[in-house]
T-cell receptor, first 107, second 123 residues
Framework: DIQMTQSPSSLSASVGDTVTITCRAS??????LAWFQQKPGKAPKSLIY???SLQSGVPSRFSGSGSGTDFTLSISSLQPEDFATYYC?????????FGPGTKVDIK | EVQLVDSGGGLVKPGRSLRLSCTTS????????MSWFRQAPGKGLEWVGY????????????AASVKGRFTISRDDSKSIAYLEMNSLKTEDTAVYYC????FGSGGLVITDWGQGTLVTVSS
């Protein structure tokens, strides 16, 4: 199975900050990488697919990049509604696997 | 508006069965693959399996942890996806989510999630 790691596991930031989350795959996955946002007690929300393509309706302050094994999710001008846990997921190989999550909370 | 409503969860004893439903509206159900994911209490997300559209053969893929015990099916006439869970184990306790997916040359892209339904396996 492909192992996904994320760093940091948590971070504290202020409204207006830019934050970057890193996701690494244990082997190359081309650009078959998605990012999800989850708030406590809620279902995940799809943010990005194919490493850098925004899902419909996702604000442009979210951006993704990377290919192969190393990927990043950036959130510019952090808004109050962005405080949540973020997961990366590879869908290049079965089983599809997720990173452990990065919790973004308010400083 | 795209809607996915997960239902059917509850408390069940180990070894028993349960069927979850994902009732959808707002899109042409037959054009989309459907997946199930789960999240154990306080844990991360885990892929359970998915079902392709009939145009892609209606075939399925499952995680090793559920293969042979869980079955995903769909009723395109009712716009409902199902997750049949047999021989349930305590480690299957989780919130289960269905998703609407696009499947093609770009792989399986999750576009929307249901709200989740909690399955608790306990004696």
């Amino acid at each position: 199975d492909i192992q996904m790691t994320q760093s940091p596991s948590s971070l504290s930031a202020s409204v207006g900050d830019t934050v970057t989350i890193t996701c690494r795959a244990s082997q190359g996955i081309s650009n078959f990488l998605a990012w999800f946002q989850q708030k406590p007690g809620k279902a995940p929300k799809s943010l990005i697919y194919a490493a850098s393509s925004l899902q419909s309706g996702v604000p442009s302050r979210f951006s993704g990049s990377g290919s192969g094994t190393d990927f990043t999710l950036s959130i510019s001008s952090l808004q109050p509604e962005d405080f949540a846990t973020y997961y990366c997921q590879q869908y290049n190989n079965y089983p599809f696997t997720f990173g452990p999550g990065t919790k973004v909370d308010i400083k | 508006e795209v809607q996915l409503v997960d239902s059917g969860g509850g408390l069940v004893k180990p070894g028993r069965s349960l069927r979850l439903s994902c009732t959808t509206s707002g899109f042409t159900f037959g054009d989309y693959a459907m997946s199930w994911f789960r999240q154990a209490p306080g844990k991360g997300l885990e892929w359970v399996g998915y079902l392709r559209t009939k145009s892609y053969g209606g075939t399925t893929q499952y995680a090793a942890s559920v293969k042979g015990r869980f079955t995903i099916s769909r009723d395109d006439s009712k716009s409902i996806a199902y997750l049949e869970m047999n021989s349930l184990k305590t480690e299957d306790t989780a919130v289960y989510y269905c998703t609407r997916d696009l499947f093609g040359s770009g792989g399986l892209v999750i576009t929307d999630w249901g709200q989740g339904t909690l399955v608790t396996v306990s004696s």
